[in-house]
């Protein structure tokens, strides 16, 4: 589900106020908006094993270096 620039904007000024753990790129620069990103909750073995998953199907995962592990991008 794409995100509009309006969430994007809220999710990044919480992130930029300290009110969330995970980074948010500036509207107009988040592959949420493009609808080719989602975030997945859940406990980090379970986010791990579907990074490694995704990874293999050619996707991004942002847990790969600790930054974003509930962000996953085709």
């Known amino acids: 589900m794409k995100r509009s620039s309006s969430e994007q904007l809220e999710l990044y000024e ?27 909750v ?4 379970l986010l791990a094993a579907f990074g490694r998953v995704w990874e293999s199907w050619g996707g991004r995962w942002g847990g790969r270096d600790g930054s974003d592990p509930i962000h996953f991008e085709a």
């Open 42 to 45: 859940g406990p980090p073995q």
């Open 14 to 40: 919480r992130s930029l106020l300290g009110g969330s753990p995970y980074p948010a790129a500036p509207p107009g620069r988040s592959l949420h908006e493009q609808g080719r990103a989602f975030d997945m």
